[in-house]
């Protein structure tokens, strides 16, 4: 399975160019796209997921034209948006039922095995016929994804589903996506670096509608092997070492700032080589695109 974007262009009425020209490959497994509040990353999944036109640019999956077939698309699209809404006094059972019929699973059996799979899959199956406004928000997430995942889609795009979950809950819901990319292609939307590098094969970092990266998670941190350096520096010495190197994050630990610098060998006294990780690479590309267009 394959998923091809070219191009996408999106500039929305008031002027905001939220797509510029965006290309990405994406093959079967998961699929992280990284990237700040505003990056974009929405604009890109409404539009894979056929809810919003571009202006231009073309997406393939699997060798059809999705834009000139959207129902084609939707077939196989399973999609859990950042928001979405849910009849709080429905059962989890009841709700999956009738999405299901939306779905086109018109057959009772099919329809009822599907509901008790996905319930049983997401953890759900003790609280099937309870009233899901009584649910916590990772209930609410898991029925979300059980929603999406009706009709057995062979795509599937989650955007941004963990912000506010705890980290009981995010892993639950994560090591569910892990188990479901195994053989279709999923799409995990999100601003949190460590979601991509638990679990993604392959990556794209996107800001201000711009890709600025796509690889895989341990290509991008190779790429970065003995560029990373790192100083505990005091607060007053912050500003000149933000105007002399490319500072890409400062940390804090007790209280003071560490410094992580991208220079090619020592950018000088005191600074030390550091391993680097997904997030260096992350913050490496964003602020890497503020220094080239300030
Ligand atoms: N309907 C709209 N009309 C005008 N501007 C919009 C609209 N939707 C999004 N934008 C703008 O387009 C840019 C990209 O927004 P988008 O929601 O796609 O980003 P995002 O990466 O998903 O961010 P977030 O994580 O905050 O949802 C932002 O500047 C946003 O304000």
Redesign the pocket.
Known sequence: MQLTVRDLCKT?P?G?R?LKRVSLQISTGMFGLL?P???????LMRTLATLQDPDSGSVEFDAFDVLAHKERLREVLGYLP?EFGLYPNLSAETILDHFAVLKGVTDRRERAAQVRALLEQTNLAPAARQAVGGYSGGMKQRLGIAIALLGRPRLVIVD?PTAGLDPTERHRFLDLLAEIGQDIVVILST?IVEDVHELCENFAIISHGEVLYSGSPTAAVAGLRGQIWRRMVTRAELPELQRALHVIATRFVAGRPLVHVHHPESPGPGFEPVEPDLEDVYFFHITGRTRRTP
């Open positions: 929305y008031n905001v939220a990237g509040n505003g990056a974009g990353k929405s604009t950042q941004e601003h």
